[in-house]
């Protein structure tokens, strides 16, 4: 770091400590309980519709129907220990916040704004062990996405996404990498301090560049996303320019629509010749082969299944139409908890990515519907928290969480109801996955500890 | 601005980022409301399409096959009944996920169902495959052995399916008439495939989850049911005992009489056209329905013999084989045709009464020749070349003479012939309900109506040169006999639905009155004169009054193509004639016996007929009206004499109409030959032994009596120690011989046992 940024950090957190002595007595000591309710609510109902999900295969294969329940419930347990200890490190102060433990006076100083740097490197670091030969790294279906730890796998990824946000947090408070282009309109008196590319852009888009690059060699492309979604949302409320902004939604929305047009045509292309082949005599099965292997790579052929779900229903378009029958058969009131047959049947992960679909199943459209609103009133809740933060750094690092938080929820169901093609990415809360849980927590931990920090009057 | 304070500044939030963070909110909000639009969607408007095509891959449906029905006689004896057994198979996809040993699996199912072990092993390597069935229909005693092993080795790509058995508990018994099953429990002949809708019922269903791997699910009690119906039961007309007394008969027949090319046997009520018996025997026998395929083994050998021709790519073999397998299948007595010869006589008879053409002074004279018949260019003979001379009518029957029926038919004429010969149905098939039943062959009307060439006509008044087959002439013969009325023949008495209890009598279908009451009395009249002096004679039964017509005839066509003489004989009776219960034909197709009596159906068919009248009347209850000189006649049982007396030995020896000798001198009977309880004709000499032992394991060969009169043949058994008892024919009769021998010329019988012959009165002519 150089030296210039060290100086600019001392004279910042000098002048936290001063005004944390100020207004000390003006602060929330205690964490916002309705966010702390709703994450609980998400908790208990993620934890019970997951033993719903798993009860019949965990029993199948591993003859304990409690199996991958008790698992998720001992990472459940320790996430909210997790949680609670990250309520207890303030996110953008020096001083340790009231109430904290007594064991814990050393890291008085402690802050998530100290740790910011330290986080994204050691992330960084974390991610890119999964990618080397060490024995640690551990390969999974010929995804290296996981670490081993002693008891445990984790995927270095979810580090990742908190050090990012942390990082582009930081960062973005910096007024020297103002994200305006142009000149800053100077207010009468105020020194114009225009930020270079260099300063500004290029050191967002290198963090980002590293970690995309190392997460297209795991490959890990749900993390890409999240990653990406979480860079915008940070930078846009940072203060990208609009006409950025505007840029990339418009370049975006092309990128999106050409991949579609060209999928399409190929699509178009290959249905006709395998249409063709059965036509001219061609075995069915061997026609299906060619036709798959024109649609040829991964990602390619999610998107196809996307947007013609009914064209191959034992291949690409399986594990959706699978989905899209656990959640038709559910209807407006549910078969009832514990009752969903596409868990037992042929619904795939039915404990992980496509859990909402055995709660829709089981709970119907009103139990969904509920869920839904639970979900969107925990991020409202997490965004005004992030309106009546602290400080700038305290808001961007709620944003960057809730907004992680929001876009892993919404491409869940998307994915699950087929609004968006598949992307494998899990449902917080619900999906199974002990580190992941744990982590989930710990950052609804930072998102409360910042709540004890918010500006709020007292009223009478 | 200090430095400072711009810092600060930017490390404020500003108006611009609150109002980007709301711009982020509301983004969320709208897209988490498309998510419920988007769930509105699937789980309200698309609800019963999706949820319908979940449950269609949700479930598995398992079959339960229904119980096929039983089959009973008219007594309700079992002739078919189904037994549940199982099925083995493998799933050889589930031996590869569970990874199972296959060499254990395929070495376990080969110890316990003897099935080859390359086989089984190949099965559980076809890993794409659900399902290879390892062995069919297991009992259940191999089934629990197939369990425990599944147990012990805790294997779960073995699966055993319920099935069901068809089992014939009387083997071969009536087998032309009811058939037998494939292995998917379809009726493949007679009444099982004639009523295969009735027995088989509908199956049902019953519909459980699964899950993903195709293992019916543990947690769930979603089921549904969708009952079968069990297949409904039916009671044949036949009776079993009816059924074993013809066969026995008929069988004993087709070997004594060395018969080559198959014979066939109906007995049918009179009164409502039930058929009481239906026995057919191909070439090669009869066949057992628990193994419909097996041929007898002396056949096999032979077919094992044919070559199979290498320069075409035809399997003669196996041809072969399926060729003995359909021969040993076929019901003769509906599928085959064949010349009635003078058993057609009684027909032209009652239509002739019928149409007062002829009464009973009617005079025929039979020259033995005649040359007058138009379009005949041959002369036609008669069988006795000499001629019957002036013969009555009740005489020409009884003669058979095919001179006077010519007569009797151009009389009739050829319009009102055709017109009875459909009103009796020789020409439509009779309608059996059993499939097979093959139609008959005539001429066209505009050949028999040709006024100019009378020589079908004439020809066809003594049963020659048209075919129908053996069903359709036994149904004629009984519309005569009966009153005149002409009932549909039929096999299935009742249909009786087990569910309901529902029982559907199949009610006697009458098709028609052909000829009047009277008229019918009038020919039972003749012919029991037949069977009492004329030429049935050999299928007279002491005590009861039977009444018949023989029948002979060439196999025209056959004699045509080879030059080779063939004949069918057969005799046609009724009893008892005052009120007909049974009508019985029976037919034997190219009997080749050349020693002992002459190849005619008075020979040869009437005597079975007897036999087999003889057995069956006593079971119907109708009891023998003897008179003195039949009860002498009568074959009388030994009394036991063995502890008593000499003395009151023979007085119990007199009083039962036999003879004796006293072997030693004590006072004591100590043993006696034959037997106590051995039936022996009349006059036997039995040897009482006073004080000595009668010879013991001695064998005596069997001398050959077969043409022989019944004094010959009693003293040529009593010089080798075997005793005589006689059937058939009164012994004393003129021109009665044996005909067939109990035990046959040149085997072994012990010293004293007793040897029946069946006496048949050789000078009764058969007729063409």
């Given at each position: ?6 100086e600019?950090?001392?004279a910042a957190?000098?002048?936290?400590e001063?005004e944390?002595?100020a ?19 998400l908790?208990v109902?993620?934890l ?10 965990s ?9 991958v329940?008790?698992?998720?419930l001992?990472?459940a347990?320790?996430g909210?220990?997790?949680m ?6 303030r ?6 916040a009231?109430?904290t433990?007594?064991g ?20 960084i ?14 390969a999974?279906?010929g995804a290296?996405r ?6 445990f ?5 979810e580090?990742?996404?908190?050090g990012?946000i942390?990082?582009?947090a930081k960062?973005?408070c910096d007024?020297?990498r ?5 000149r800053?309109?100077?207010?009468p008196g105020?020194r114009?301090?225009k930020?270079?590319f ?8 290198i963090?980002?560049?590293v ?6 060699l795991q ?17 846009f ?9 505007a840029a990339?939604i418009?370049l975006?929305?092309?990128g999106?629509v ?13 249905m006709l ?17 060619n036709f798959r292997a024109a ?8 998107i ?8 191959d229903?034992?291949g690409?378009s399986?594990q ?9 058969s559910?209807g407006?009131?549910?078969?009832g908890?514990?009752q969903s ?5 042929y ?9 909402f ?8 459209f ?7 609103f ?15 933060a602290k ?5 961007l690092v709620v944003?960057g969480?809730m ?6 929820v919404f ?5 699950v ?6 992307t494998?990415?899990?449902l917080p809360?619900?999906?199974y ?7 989930q ?11 004890r920090?918010m500006?709020?009057?007292?009223k009478? | 601005m ?6 600060r ?7 611009s980022?609150l ?10 909000c ?5 998510l ?15 949820q319908?095509k ?7 449906d398992?079959?339960i096959?229904?119980?096929r ?8 004896e079992?002739?078919?009944q189904s037994?549940?057994?199982?099925t ?8 590869r ?7 254990l ?5 080969s ?14 390597q ?7 069935t ?6 259940a005693?191999?089934?629990a ?14 699966h055993?399916?319920a ?5 014939y ?14 292995t ?5 002949g ?12 509908v199956n049902?269903r ?7 791997s195709g293992t019916?699910?543990?947690?769930n009690?979603?089921?549904?049911y ?12 036949i ?8 066969e ?7 070997v004594?009489?060395?018969v080559?090319s198959?014979a ?16 057919s ?10 193994d419909?395929w ?5 056949l096999?050998?032979?077919l ?6 290498p320069?075409?790519e035809v399997?003669e073999?196996a ?7 359909y ?15 003078s ?5 032209t008879?009652?239509i ?10 009617s ?7 005649i ?5 005949r260019?041959?002369p ?5 070349a000499?001629g019957h001379g002036?013969?009555?009518?009740s ?9 006077a ?9 050829a ?5 009875y ?7 439509a098939k ?28 004439a ?10 087959t053996?069903?359709?002439?036994i149904t004629g013969?009984?519309?005569t006999?009966n009153?005149?009325?002409?009932y549909?023949?039929h096999l299935?008495?009742?249909i009786t639905?087990?569910?309901t209890?529902?029982?559907t009598?199949?009610?006697?279908e ?8 009277q ?13 009492a002096?004329?030429?049935g004679k ?16 060439t196999k ?7 030059g080779?003489k063939e004949?069918?004989?057969?005799f046609?009776g009724a ?6 219960r049974l009508v019985?034909?029976l037919?034997?197709d ?9 190849i ?8 079975v ?6 057995d069956?009347l ?15 006649e009568?074959?009388?049982s ?26 030693g001198?004590?006072?004591?009977v100590t043993a006696?030959l ?11 000499k039995i040897i009482i032994?006073?004080?000595e032992e009668?010879p ?5 060969t ?9 004094a ?11 005793f005589i008892?006689s059937?058939?024919v009164?012994?004393?009769l ?7 021998q109990s ?7 012990e010293?004293?046992s007793v040897?029946?012959?069946?006496l048949v009165?050789n000078?009764v002519?058969?007729v063409?």
């Amino acid at each position: 770091m150089s030296a210039d940024v060290r100086e600019y950090r001392y004279a910042a957190e000098a002048e936290s400590e001063a005004e944390d002595a100020a207004t000390e007595e003006r602060r929330r000591r205690h964490v916002d309980w309705q966010f702390m309710i709703l994450t609980v609510l998400l908790l208990v109902i993620g934890l019970v519709i997951l033993f719903s999900a798993s009860f019949a295969n965990s029993y199948f294969d591993y003859n304990d129907a409690g199996y991958v329940f008790k698992n998720q419930l001992t990472w459940a347990v320790i996430g909210v220990i997790a949680m609670m200890f990250a309520t207890t490190v303030r996110v953008s102060s020096l001083r340790r916040a009231p109430g904290t433990v007594r064991g814990l006076a050393k890291v008085r100083y402690l802050s998530y704004r100290r740790m910011a740097a330290a986080m994204l490197y050691v992330s960084i670091i974390l991610l890119f062990l999964t990618i080397t030969p060490l024995p640690i790294a551990a390969a999974r279906n010929g995804a290296k996405r996981w670490l081993n730890l002693v008891a445990f796998q984790f995927q270095p990824s979810e580090v990742v996404k908190i050090g990012l946000i942390l990082a582009f947090a930081k960062m973005l408070c910096d007024d020297r990498r103002n994200l305006r282009l142009g000149r800053v309109k100077r207010a009468p008196g105020e020194r114009i301090r225009k930020a270079g590319f260099t300063r500004s852009v290029l050191p967002f888009g290198i963090i980002l560049a590293v970690i995309i690059i190392i997460l297209a060699l795991q490959p890990h492309f749900s993390a890409a996303i999240i990653i990406c979604a979480i860079a915008v949302i940070m930078l846009f409320t940072g203060g990208l320019d609009e006409r950025v902004m505007a840029a990339g939604i418009i370049l975006a929305a092309v990128g999106v629509v050409a991949v579609i047009v060209y999928i399409e045509k190929s699509y178009a292309a290959a249905m006709l010749k395998m249409e063709q082949e059965i036509a001219d005599g061609a075995n069915r099965q061997v026609a299906l082969q060619n036709f798959r292997a024109a649609l040829g790579d991964f990602h390619f052929a999610r998107i196809v299944s996307w947007l013609h779900p009914e064209a191959d229903p034992s291949g690409g378009s399986y594990q959706i139409n699978q989905s899209l029958y656990a959640i038709g058969s559910g209807g407006l009131l549910g078969v009832g908890l514990g009752q969903s047959r596409q868990k037992v049947s042929y619904l795939p992960e039915e404990h992980n990515d496509y859990i909402f679909s055995v709660y829709c199943e089981e709970l119907g459209f009103i139990g969904a519907i509920l869920l839904i609103f639970i979900f969107a009133l925990l991020i409202i809740r997490g965004f005004w928290i992030a309106m009546h933060a602290k400080d700038k750094f305290s808001s961007l690092v709620v944003i960057g969480i809730m907004g992680m938080f929001a876009v892993q929820v919404f491409f869940n169901i998307g994915v699950v109801t087929n609004l968006l093609p598949s992307t494998g990415i899990s449902l917080p809360f619900f999906s199974y996955g002990g580190t992941a849980l744990m982590i989930q927590l710990f950052e609804m931990g930072i998102v409360l500890s910042a709540s004890r920090d918010m500006k709020l009057t007292r009223k009478g | 601005m200090s430095k400072r304070a711009e810092r600060r500044a930017n490390n404020e939030m500003n108006k611009s980022m609150l109002r980007r963070i709301l711009l982020i909110m509301c983004a969320f909000c709208m897209l988490f409301t498309l998510l419920g639009a988007g769930l509105f969607h699937i789980q309200i408007t698309r609800h019963e399409e999706l949820q319908a095509k979940a449950i269609d891959i949700q479930t598995r449906d398992t079959t339960i096959t229904a119980s096929r029905g039983t089959i009973y006689d008219c007594n309700g004896e079992i002739l078919a009944q189904s037994a549940s057994v199982e099925t083995v198979f493998i799933d050889p996809y589930e031996l590869r996920s569970y990874k199972e040993n296959a060499e254990l699996i395929a070495s376990g199912l080969s110890g316990i169902l003897t099935v080859d072990y390359g086989k089984l092993y190949e099965m559980t390597q076809k890993t794409g495959s659900r399902y290879q069935t390892v062995k069919r229909k297991i009992e259940a005693e191999e089934a629990a052995l197939v369990r425990t092993f599944i147990k012990e080795n805790s294997v779960k790509s073995i699966h055993l399916e319920a099935d069901t058995k068809r089992y014939y508990p009387h083997g071969s018994l009536a087998a032309q008439v009811i058939g037998f099953v494939g292995t998917d429990n379809t009726g493949l002949g007679g009444i099982e495939a004639s009523y295969d809708t009735e027995l088989t019922g509908v199956n049902g269903r019953v519909i459980r989850l699964k899950n993903g791997s195709g293992t019916e699910m543990l947690f769930n009690d979603y089921e549904n049911y969708f009952d079968s119906a069990d297949g409904r039961d039916i009671t044949l007309t036949i009776d079993a005992t009816i059924q074993r007394y013809v066969e026995k008969h008929l069988w004993q027949a087709v070997v004594d009489l060395q018969v080559k090319s198959g014979a066939a046997c109906i007995a049918i009520d009179p009164r409502n056209g039930e058929i009481k018996a239906l026995a057919s025997y191909g070439a090669t026998g009869g066949y057992n329905l628990n193994d419909p395929w097996g041929l007898p083994e002396d056949l096999l050998a032979e077919l094992a013999l044919v070559a199979d021709d290498p320069a075409t790519e035809v399997n003669e073999q196996a041809n072969a084989k399926s060729d003995a397998q359909y021969a040993q299948w076929r019901n003769k007595a509906l599928s085959d045709t064949y010349e009635p010869g003078s058993v057609f006589k009684t027909i032209t008879l009652a239509i002739a009464l019928e149409e007062g053409l002829v009464n009973e002074s009617s005079t025929f004279y039979c020259g033995g020749t005649i040359n007058n018949i138009p379009g005949r260019d041959i002369p036609l003979h008669c069988h006795k070349a000499t001629g019957h001379g002036l013969q009555t009518l009740s005489e020409a029957v009884q003669n058979s003479c095919n001179i006077a029926f010519a007569e009797i038919g151009l009389r009739i004429g050829a319009e009102k012939f055709y017109k009875y010969v459909d009103a009796f149905g020789f020409r439509a098939k009779t309608g059996i309900d059993v499939s097979g039943e093959a139609g008959s062959i005539w001429w066209s009307d505009e050949s028999f109506m040709n006024a100019k060439d009378k020589s079908s006509l004439a020809s066809a008044s003594f049963g020659q040169t048209f075919n129908i087959t053996p069903i359709q002439m036994i149904t004629g013969f009984a519309a005569t006999i009966n009153g005149g009325i002409l009932y549909t023949p039929h096999l299935v008495k009742e249909i009786t639905d087990n569910s309901t209890g529902l029982v559907t009598p199949v009610r006697p279908e009458s098709v028609r009155q052909v000829v009047s009451e009277q008229t019918s009395e009038r020919v039972r009249q003749m012919l029991e004169n037949v069977v009492a002096i004329g030429s049935g004679k050999n299928a007279a039964v002491p005590g009861y009054r039977i009444g018949g017509k023989t029948g002979t005839s060439t196999k025209t066509s056959k004699e045509a193509a080879t030059g080779e003489k063939e004949y069918i004989v057969s005799f046609c009776g009724a009893a008892p004639m005052d009120d007909p219960r049974l009508v019985i034909l029976l037919l034997l197709d190219n009997p080749t016996r050349q020693a002992g009596v002459e190849i005619y159906g008075s020979t040869m068919a009437a005597p079975v007929v007897g036999n087999i009248f003889a057995d069956v009347l006593p079971y119907l209850g109708i009891a023998p009206q003897l008179t003195e000189e039949q009860q002498r006649e009568q074959n009388v049982s030994v009394p036991k004499l063995v502890g008593h007396t000499v003395t009151d030995a023979e007085k119990a020896l007199r009083s039962a109409r036999l003879e004796y000798t006293i072997v030693g001198d004590g006072g004591t009977v100590t043993a006696q030959l034959p037997a106590a309880n051995a039936t022996v004709s009349p006059s036997t000499k039995i040897i009482i032994y006073a004080g000595e032992e009668p010879p013991r394991n001695q064998s005596v060969t069997v001398p050959d009596l077969t043409g022989k009169t019944y004094a010959k043949a009693k003293t040529m058994l009593e010089s080798s120690g075997l005793f005589i008892r006689s059937t058939g024919v009164p012994p004393n009769l003129t021109g009665a011989i044996v005909s067939v021998q109990s035990v046959a010329a040149g085997a072994d019988a012990e010293f004293g046992s007793v040897i029946e012959v069946i006496l048949v009165d050789n000078t009764v002519e058969g007729v063409f």
